[in-house]
């Protein structure tokens, strides 16, 4: 157990709908990451917060946001879905922002119908 | 541009042999390094890190292995086990000054008892 949780396990929905994909980090870990996991994409990097603040972002894209709160749990948002957002959506925490282990909790299953 | 690549995609081993798994990473500039185990329906779990300072590193029956002139990373699994099925997956951190990581495509171990 990475000490990293992610709610919820599976979501299903269709075209054109939001969703809202919640983690919570190890406790101690100020820096939250968000990675998608695709077939053909593989691992990829979509943001990081740190201590509620935005630090980097990769390849995310406009329909999707990301918030840190007080509380250091995190949250992704995905808006105006489409079939090929159909993927693992993995959180990660570490203490501090760089060169440090990266835990990663379970994903969330996301399928678009 | 920014890559990590594995050699094979899928190695079979014999129970209690050693296993090699290795990665290619083509940022020069990367100096911190992880490998992280991947079992079905779960996430990426670290296995061991290292820092561009070094070239060997020893865990618990893993040792990884840096070599910065042709920018190759192997990771070393002693006396593998059943339980050691996995996909096992490099990362680097690239030349940002982010936590962001560079997964590989990933090697599936496949352990034959």
């Not at chain 1, 709160?69 to 090929?84: A, I, K, V, W």
Request: charged share 15%; glycine share 10%; hydrophobic share 30%.
């Amino acid at each position: 157990d990475s000490g990293v949780t992610q709610t919820p396990k599976h979501l299903i929905t269709a075209t054109g709908q939001r969703v809202t994909l919640r983690c919570s980090p190890r406790s101690g870990d100020l820096s939250v990451y968000w990675y998608q996991q695709s077939l053909d994409q593989g691992l990829q990097f979509l943001i990081h917060y740190y201590n509620g603040e935005e630090r980097a972002k990769g390849n995310i894209l406009e329909r999707f946001s990301a918030q840190q709160f007080p509380d250091l749990h995190s949250e992704l948002n995905l808006s105006s879905l489409e079939l090929g957002d159909s993927a693992l959506y993995f959180c990660a925490s570490s203490v501090g922002t760089q060169k440090q282990p990266q835990h990663f909790g379970d994903g969330t299953r996301l399928s678009i119908l | 541009g920014e890559s990590v690549g594995l050699h094979l995609p899928t190695l079979s081993v014999q129970e209690g042999d050693n296993s090699i798994i290795n990665c290619a990473y083509s940022n020069s500039a990367s100096d911190y390094f992880i490998w992280y185990k991947q079992e079905s329906g779960k996430g990426p779990q670290f296995i061991i890190d290292i820092r561009s300072n070094m070239d060997k590193r020893q865990g618990q029956r893993v040792t990884v292995l840096l070599n910065k002139t042709v920018k190759h990373l192997s990771l070393q699994i002693a006396a593998t086990q059943p339980g050691d099925s996995a996909v096992y997956f490099c990362a680097e951190n690239g030349s940002s000054n982010t936590g962001k990581l560079i997964f590989g495509q990933g090697t599936t171990l496949q352990v034959k008892p």
